[in-house]
């Protein structure tokens, strides 16, 4: 939660916005984010997640607002990271370009995508997961395949029908055990069955997995 807040938080700093009113967006939009925080709360495990979802749909509207005042978003300054959480979606903040499948181009610096394979609003998180239970850890089963770095980058992130979502574009993927994990291309798991999360094994053909 912390990290995450810091590396929001230069990153809009480092888009050479005015500094003061940065300052008050940026705090406007941190209170409903920490408002929403179960950071030592003695809340069950299930409505954690239920909650830390929450705060992050919040911030995903809160740059949606932005996008629709300011355009794109500009290049952030912040490498791109992938939060593969316990039980939950795939949290991603960065310089993000989403495709859908029908082809609509989505641009994003903060997005909560399913892992589960049951979001009714795919591909982005609904917290289906909470309802279905999804269990899973958010161990990754891969290595990195090049150095990490924290110069700034972009990633398309593309849906595939009745499959995975490709990405090109170098994402640290990192989860609450502090494995790390740096890659430039790839396939990432939304079927929820794949024995290699958070990567597609290509289980989703065999479970007849559909996206729509
Ligand atoms: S999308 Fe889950 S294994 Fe391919």
Redesign the pocket.
């Known amino acids: 939660m912390e990290n995450t807040r810091k590396s929001t938080a230069s990153a809009a700093v480092s888009a050479g916005q005015d500094p003061e009113k940065t300052n008050v967006e940026f705090e406007d939009a941190f209170i409903a984010y920490m408002d929403n925080s179960t950071e030592g709360s003695e809340l069950q495990p299930a409505q954690q997640q239920k909650n830390l979802t929450t705060s992050a749909k919040a911030l995903d509207r809160w740059f949606k607002e932005r996008q629709k005042s300011q355009g794109a978003p500009r290049l952030l300054e912040v490498p791109n990271e992938v939060l593969v959480s316990n039980g939950g979606p795939l949290q991603i903040t960065g310089n993000i370009t989403l495709v859908h499948e029908d082809g609509r181009v989505q641009y994003a610096n903060h997005l909560s995508l399913c892992r589960c ?1 049951h979001s009714r609003s795919k591909p982005v998180c609904d917290d289906q997961h909470v309802d279905m239970e999804f269990l899973n850890s958010g161990k990754i089963f891969e290595v990195s395949e090049i150095a990490a770095s924290s110069r700034p980058s972009k990633v398309t992130f593309s849906c ?1 029908k009745d ?3 490709t990405f090109r574009g170098r994402i640290t993927l990192h989860n609450q055990f502090g494995q790390e994990c740096v890659k430039m291309r790839g ?8 024995a ?2 958070p ?7 065999r ?1 007849g ?1 559909k996206t729509g």
């Open positions: 394979g595939i499959g995975p979502i396939s990432l798991c939304r079927c929820g069955q794949s290699s999360k990567f597609c094994d290509g289980s989703h053909s479970v997995f």
